[in-house]
């Protein structure tokens, strides 16, 4: 184990029980997420991605213990929490917090935002300085809010500036860690690089480690050091950002990447699109050997017998895959440009 890491896990897995009857008899689980493990040094970026049912938000929900894991550890700052009561975790909240996706659901319409911010400070007994009133302004500054708004109520808000409250929320208390669950996904495009810009300089500033939870790749390659990439509850590939996305090694990292948009039309002729056929297994019953096999294009007998295991291929780049893909260097893509073009184009529109 990495003695500078913040966050292992290991073996990770969640199954949600099935149950039916009267005596509610458990007849098959849900296979949310099975044996993930991985690494999060203090300060880096680690991106979780994959397609909507692949496990990624349950992952994120079991580290910040909102959902107790099945099997498996989670080791943070030298301490397991894996099974860790509701009172003992009370004061970790402290140092793991979480970003949730829907800026819209996610605050009480009902409160103020010095109530939703301040409320860290209240639930954990926290004293400050110049009272709790300060703390939150001086945070919704942070964040690029105005002070003044303290009083003011959600509804008030654009979706940014809310997910910016959120943000502001999760800030309250200094964290160590943050798990971002698709931060930007709801936002337009030209706000979703203000927020990635934010998430960086916060980073930055404050020496926070983060989780991000995401399925836009493009989104993706702009804010992380590492890169994990999930598939129907297992982790198939995980890797640097750069060696991920210009030597993806698992079939399935090749077919997302395949699908990211680029803005330059020359690469993109001469760029592959890999359509995968069929649709993704059902967590209830998966498939056998490689999960990924009824619908790889390079998939063999082995692929449907044998579960493959992360395989080293270069230095902090490991695949789960029986048929990898060769190491050849492809064309980048160029996502932040893509970001950038997007909010351009956004504004222009508004002019």
Known sequence: MNTDALLSVSGLTKHFPIRKGLLQRQVGAVQAVDDVTFEVAR????????????????????????????????????????????????????????????????????????????????????????????????????????????NRYPHEFSGGQRQRIGIARSLALKPKLIVA?????????????????????????????????????????????????????????????????????HPYTKALLSAVPIPDTSRRQNRERIRLEGDVPSPIDPPPGCRFNTRCWKATDICRTQVPVLTVFAPGHQAACHHPEEPTVATPATPAAAVTQAAETSAEGDA
């Open 43 to 150: 300060g880096e970026t680690l991106s979780i991605v994959g397609e909507s049912g692949c496990g990624k938000t349950t992952t994120g929900r079991m580290i910040t213990r909102l959902i107790e894991p099945t099997a498996g550890s989670i080791i943070f700052d030298g301490r397991d929490i894996t099974h860790v009561s509701v009172s003992e975790m009370r004061p970790l909240r402290r140092d793991i917090q979480m970003i949730f996706q829907d800026p819209y659901n996610s605050l009480n319409p009902r409160h103020t935002v010095g109530t939703i911010v301040g409320a860290p400070y209240r639930i954990q007994g926290i004293e400050t300085e110049h009272g709790i009133k300060r703390a939150v302004q001086d945070t919704l500054e942070l964040v690029g809010l105005n002070p003044e708004h303290y």
């Open 181 to 249: 669950d698709e931060p930007v996904s709801a936002l337009d495009v030209s706000i979703q690089a203000q927020v990635i810009n934010l998430l960086e300089d916060l980073q930055d500033e404050l020496g926070l480690t983060y989780v991000v939870i995401a399925h836009d790749l493009s989104v993706v390659r702009h804010m992380s050091d590492r890169v994990a990439v999930m598939y129907l509850g297992n982790l198939v590939e995980i890797a640097d950002r750069m060696s991920l996305y210009t030597t993806p090694r």
